[in-house]
Structure formats: C-alpha cells, structure tokens
C-alpha cells in the first residue's frame, strides 16, 4: 500500500474511531454471544473464603463507588452480596463516596429483600462520614465511635446484629469495593493496624496496583474489574448476569482497541516514523 | 507567635501519635481516641473553608467574565438549589420519589456515569494515535500492554486455548502482573513510603514549613 495510504490513515478523524468503538460496544450487548469465563485464583479465593463462613458471622462489605464507576462494581458488590445472604451471613456495609450513598442504599435493600434478610437483625447499614481514613482507624476502636447511628438514626446498640459486635475482631473478614484510592486507607488501617482480614474489589485499571498486596497476603483476594465480577457470578452460579453479559462487548471492544494499535503502528513505521500524534 | 503556636502543635501531636502506637498504656488509647474524633471534628470545618473557595473562585470568573465563565453560573446555580433542596426536606435523601433523589437518580448519576464512559472512546482514539513501538522501551510497553489486554478478557483465552497451560495469553498476564509488574510497583510503594516518612519527620520537626503558607 501506499505511502499516501497510511498518511490518510495517520491522519483519519477522530470521528470515525469513536464511532467503531460506540458499535462494537453497542452491538454484543443486543446479542449474548456467552464467552467463557475462566475463574482466576485471586476471585476464587474471595469465593472459598466467605464459603467457608458459618451462617450468622458477620462479613463487612464497604463499598466506595459512585454512578461513574458502578458499571464496572456494582455487579461485583451485588455478587458479593448475593453469596453473603445466600449463606445466610450477616452483612455490614458502610460508604464512602459521597455520591455512592444512595446507589448503595438501593442495591441493599433490594438485593436483601430477594433473598428474605431483615434490616438491622440480617445486615446494617452504617452510611457515609467524612475524613475515611480518621473513620477506618475509629471503627478499629468501635464502630460506635464513628457511627453512634446508622444511616437512618437508629441507635446501633439498638440493632440486633450489632450486640457485640465492636471493631473488626467481631468480623469474619472485610470485602471492600472501591473504586478511589480509599483502598490504600483500607490495607493500610483496617489490615495493617488492626489485622483484619480484607479482600480487595476493585476497578480493572486499579487491579494492577493490588497485586504486591496480594503477594504479601496483606489481602487474601482480588476481584477486578468487570471481568473479576463475571468469574464471581460465574462462582455463585449466576452466568446469566449483568457482569457475564457484558463480557462480549468488553472482549470485543479491547480487541477493536489492539488492533487500532496494531494499525496506528503499522501506519506510523510506513510513513518513516514521522513524530505526530 | 503566628508561627510558634501551629508549629509547636504539629510537634506534640505529630511525636504523639508516632509513640503512642507502641504504647498500650490505657491513657494512651483514650488520648489517641479523643484525637481521632478531634480529627473529624476539625476536618468538618474545612467544608466550610471549602465551599468558601469554591463560591470565591467561580464568582471572580463570572464578575470578570473569564474562560468558560458560563458554566461557572452552573455551578453556583447547582450548588445553591441542591443545598436548598436538600435543607427543605428534613429526610430528603431517604424519599426516592422526593425532588432532591429525583436530581441524584435522573440527573447527576447520568452525568457522572457519562463523563466516565466517554473514557472508553478518548482511550481508543489515544491507543491509535499514541501508543507508538518508538524504542525498545516503548515497544516492551506495548507488547506486554497488549498481552494482559487480552489475557483479562474471555477472548484471550479463547484464541489461545489450544496452547499448553503457562503459555496462554491469561497465563502470561498473570505472569507480567505477579512479577515485573509486582516488583515496580513494590518498589515504588517502598520509595513513597519512605518518602512520606522522611517529609512528615521534616513537617513535625519544623524543618519544612511550606504549610504554614505565607509564601516565604
């Protein structure tokens, strides 16, 4: 081909990729193709950890995401919740992104109502407080510090689940979901300071960040991305999911990025490495 | 006086809160925890300094008419009929049907989202006219970029399916990702760490005064 030829492609308008991009998301979505999902140790772990819980312990599951991020955590954070309340767990949760409140209000309620979980005997729900990491240290105190009251004003000395139940020693393990950099604060405190077991759900850009912790076992799990939730409902037997039906137009899509890569590189080596962008 | 008095409190507090996580001692733990809740009570008067800065900044843009200073009205405009909202219903964000959680769920959570999923088309657009094989190093970027892309995705798999374990895409993403990618990162997180150590060492003792603002 051409000189000229790759020119045209050096130089095509932006227009054009984004709309490539806008179908190949758009068009997998309409028809469920169901690629395979293989299971990574990093989620499977998640996995055997909660199953291995008795009924009626208590698994914190804290969720730090907003509309922005919740493509990618909400199906994660509902799987979690889902295994929990089948397993007959009881669930704590708090949130720490301002504009997570309510999404994650919402999906508790909903999610707990599917499976027949009470509020206050079978899950709590602590709310949003400013300064996260002054909070994380307090709840390693008691959780009656931050929190003298949950999120809709009922006294936690008042909830049945909460008799007892302190700091995170009366925790079986902490899952987080967290789409800002709060994870950092939840390694650090709730598992440095106070040696709380803790598993990390984040979004996929983020998962390569979390891998040394995973090395040193500072967390004993990793679920990333939306490809992490696909394995997870691919564990508790939901393959027909939100996660697991967007991993088509997931696949697809990185696979029209590479080979826009692939192209963008072929045109600039043919067109003598000129330094454009 | 003005510098003495923060300067002097940075150092008992800052060497306090070091010692004190080795000391168990009963009225140490209650000192520690009188701080953690003094921290949140302080840190909630930094919304007031904040919102104050926020409606400063903007309403300097719109009296002096500076760039973009159209959506600066937005702003305020959001800012001051939210907290309205908000205050006019004492349980406005537990109504779902209430105006304020009408906002949230019909206007500000589609905007949020959007702004994020426009990133999935800048990402492309930036793969095709950047990511370029310009030198060894770039290249090495690339190909391993490439390879945990689809080494996370079903695909990736499916393409190399027939190979032996240890040499499909999601195996060797594993393996940049365990190692190289571990060691960089770890290295990294030491040299932060010993970073913020060695700056806050330099706040308590006094020796950097940068926050104290002033300029000089």
């Known amino acids: 081909m051409t000189q000229a030829f790759w020119h045209k492609i050096m130089d095509i308008d932006r227009r054009w990729i984004y709309l490539v991009i806008g179908i190949v998301t758009f068009v997998p979505m309409l028809r469920y193709i169901g690629m395979p999902v293989q299971i990574t140790s990093e989620v499977k772990s998640v996995y055997d950890r909660i199953e291995s819980l008795q009924p009626g312990t208590i698994v914190m599951v804290p969720m730090e995401f907003d509309p922005a991020t ?208 | 006086m003005k510098r003495e008095v923060p300067l002097a409190i940075v150092f008992i507090c800052g060497t306090f809160m070091a010692f004190q996580y080795f000391v168990p001692h009963y009225i140490s733990a209650a000192i520690y925890q009188n701080a953690l809740n003094w921290t949140i009570i302080v840190g909630i008067f930094t919304l007031v300094v904040g919102i104050g800065s926020l409606v400063d900044l903007h309403y300097d843009r719109i009296r002096f008419r500076k760039d973009s200073w159209k959506y600066s009205i937005v702003t305020l405009v959001s800012l001051v009929l939210m907290t309205v909202i908000g205050l006019s219903s004492p349980n406005a964000i537990q109504n779902p049907r209430g105006l304020f959680m009408m906002i949230y769920f019909y206007v500000l959570s589609p905007v949020i989202a959007t702004m994020f999923a426009l990133l999935a088309f800048f990402i492309a657009s930036a793969a095709f006219r950047a990511f370029r094989a310009r030198n060894v190093l770039a290249s090495l970027l690339l190909l391993s970029a490439m390879i945990v892309m689809l080494g996370r995705i079903p695909i990736g798999d499916m393409l190399t399916g027939w190979l032996p374990e240890g040499l499909r895409f999601s195996d060797i993403a594993r393996y940049i990702l365990d190692y190289p990618n571990t060691a960089a990162k770890r290295a990294i997180y030491i040299g932060v760490g010993l970073g913020v150590a060695a700056t806050s060492l330099k706040i308590i003792l006094g020796i950097e005064r940068t926050w104290l603002g002033g300029g000089q």
Not at chain 1, 111 to 137: C, F, Q, R, S, T
Not at chain 1, 217 to 242: M, P, S, V, W
Request: charged share 20%.
């Open chain 1, 70 to 277: 919740a493509a990618e955590l909400q199906p994660m954070s509902r799987a979690i919740l889902r295994h929990c309340f089948s397993r007959n767990l009881k669930v704590l949760s708090t949130a720490f992104m301002i504009d997570g409140v309510v999404l994650i209000e919402n999906d508790l309620k909903v999610i707990a109502a599917e499976y027949g979980k009470v509020y206050g005997k079978d899950y709590v729900y602590l709310g949003y407080k400013p300064y996260m990491e002054v909070v994380l240290l307090n709840m390693g105190e008691n959780f009656r510090k931050p929190f003298p009251k949950d999120y809709y004003g009922n006294k936690l000395d008042d909830l049945p689940m909460m008799k007892g139940v302190n700091n995170y020693s009366n925790l079986a393990c902490i899952v987080n979901v967290n789409g800002t950099s709060g994870a950092d604060f939840w390694i650090n405190y709730a598992n440095g300071r106070y040696g709380a077991p803790l598993a990390l759900g984040v979004t996929a850009v983020m998962a390569t960040d979390y891998y040394a912790f995973l090395q040193s076992k500072q967390i004993f799990g990793l679920i990333g991305g939306l490809k992490g939730a696909a394995e997870y409902e691919k564990l508790i037997g939901r393959n027909k999911d939100i996660a697991n039906r967007s991993m088509d137009a997931v696949s697809v899509a990185h696979v029209f990025i590479i080979l826009f890569i692939i192209i963008g590189n072929i045109a600039f080596f043919a067109t003598g490495r000129e330094k454009r962008i």
